[in-house]
């Protein structure tokens, strides 16, 4: 959609906004900052929508339809419609507004024109966007009640957006397409001042043919910033290390090898927090240098993967000029996201634990986390194979993800996007390539009989790792139930 005809729409008083798969997660969060900003919001969604998006709409009061059909669309007389990029022709709303050529727009060219005139901070990489993106909201809300968006809920306030009347605004910047007929990763839309990058692998298989592929984007994404911009980004990662050094915008690294920016050293796992050091290259603080005395900060998160993600976190912040105790005691109050190594029960000696990972070193770091944090534990890993694109393309890696769990229950592969004839792999191959690597590795075809097995196997001491995003993200609460 071109800009200035958007713009005019959003100038209209009381325009209506109508968002066709409003029960997406990024896509909840946007309709409720639009209501925030006075526009009239409506929506639709497939016949059912999950906590944690229906929790948020339902507590904003943000009105929504189920099931979609063409007459709903027309009826709602918005003056925008605004597509999930998981929605096409075939829905029938969509469809509609296609054929009746009427204003359409893709999330995050929405929401770049709700925060042109705010310091907008993007957070890009394959893993660890949604923590990264969260922890800087958490923490700008807090220093400067500055605004967010994250494709997850924050626990600490049970939402997964915040609009405040502060100079930034942080945004989960998504590679993943725009709308079904605009291929362009979401993050370009943000147009970052700030761009922090947490990683770079291979992802979305089905949009992008290659890393090379995937690499451009974020090659033309540094080339589209302002001079007077700013790169923090993972130095460990040698494929971002070295998409940052064709850059002549300002950067700052951090990792964990010696000779970057801001590096954390000496992590320390422990059943309640994690806590690390940070050599800070930057630091005001004549005596700390003078003693190479590292800067001190704890978090709620588990695993090496969240220190990375706090580490992040606070080389922004401490580059924009923000002291290190405000940075750690809004560090520490943290709670984590729903759906991210989140705790749903612990319950006659068994633990269950809730998480989103899909991509193979997101399961492999989650995992590793929860032997870190329950180190004499039993560690049972329920995975739930997501797309039979990323499944196939990313199948050597994903067979050496489940080293840390002693029991994997694999479920069959939840298409999503994708349809039956899409399907070039089964589970029984992906189990084959798991075998390996792993100590047990069992087919549990759906939720019903994963229950039933978990509830006849599971013993005190016992924890469950349910790692799903499709027909399984409901597991963990049936199984609260009935252990």
Request: aromatic share 10%; hydrophobic share 40%; net charge negative.
């Amino acid at each position: 959609m071109i800009q200035k005809e958007l713009e005019q729409i959003l100038s209209k008083d009381g325009a209506k906004l109508y968002f066709i798969g409003i029960g997406g997660i990024a896509m909840s969060a946007a309709a409720n900052l639009a209501r925030d900003f006075g526009y009239q919001v409506a929506g639709s969604d497939s016949q059912t929508i999950y906590p944690p998006a229906k929790d948020v709409l339902i507590q904003n009061q943000v009105e929504y339809f189920t099931g979609y059909n063409a007459e709903q669309a027309a009826g709602s007389e918005a003056d925008l419609f605004v597509l999930s990029a998981g929605e096409g022709l075939d829905n029938p709303e969509v469809k509609h507004v296609v054929e009746k050529d009427l204003p359409r727009v893709g999330l995050a060219q929405l929401l770049y024109e709700l925060s042109k005139d705010k310091l907008r901070i993007v957070v890009a990489g394959t893993h660890g966007k949604s923590t990264t993106a969260a922890l800087l909201g958490h923490l700008v809300k807090n220093l400067d009640n500055s605004s967010f968006v994250v494709g997850a809920v924050l626990q600490n306030y049970q939402s997964n957006f915040h609009s405040g009347s502060g100079h930034y605004f942080v945004f989960e910047g998504d590679e993943y397409k725009e709308q079904f007929d605009d291929p362009t990763p979401k993050f370009h839309y943000y147009k970052p001042d700030i761009l922090v990058l947490t990683n770079l692998e291979y992802d979305h298989p089905d949009q992008f043919a290659s890393l090379d592929d995937l690499q451009n984007e974020f090659r033309q994404l540094l080339s589209d910033m302002p001079e007077d911009g700013l790169i923090v980004y993972n130095g460990d990662n040698a494929d971002l290390a070295r998409l940052v050094h064709e850059s002549n915008v300002a950067s700052i690294s951090f990792g964990l090898e010696s000779g970057l920016d801001f590096v954390a050293r000496d992590i320390q796992p422990g059943p309640q927090f994690t806590n690390f050091g940070v050599a800070n290259k930057f630091s005001k603080d004549s005596i700390a240098k003078l003693l190479e005395k590292d800067e001190e900060y704890q978090i709620q998160l588990p695993g090496k993967f969240n220190v990375y993600n706090a580490l992040a976190a606070i080389a922004t912040l401490r580059t924009l000029g923000f002291g290190r105790e405000d940075i750690a005691l809004d560090l520490v109050s943290f709670l984590g996201l729903k759906r991210r190594f989140e705790i749903i029960a612990q319950k006659n000696g068994i633990t269950i634990i809730d998480d989103y990972a899909h991509h193979p070193t997101a399961v492999k770091e989650t995992l590793a986390a929860a032997r870190a944090r329950y180190p004499e534990a039993k560690i049972w890993a329920v995975f739930e194979p997501h797309t039979y694109s990323r499944t196939r393309a990313l199948l050597a890696e994903l067979a050496k993800a489940f080293t840390d769990a002693d029991e994997v229950l694999i479920s069959e592969i939840y298409p999503a996007r994708e349809s039956a004839k899409d399907a070039n792999i089964s589970s029984q191959q992906v189990i084959s390539a798991i075998k390996p690597y792993a100590k047990s590795v069992t087919l549990v075809p759906n939720k019903a009989e994963a229950v039933t097995l978990l509830k006849k196997a599971l013993k005190p001491g016992d924890v469950v790792v349910i790692m799903a995003v499709g027909s399984f993200n409901r597991l963990a609460y049936e199984l609260k139930d009935v252990i």
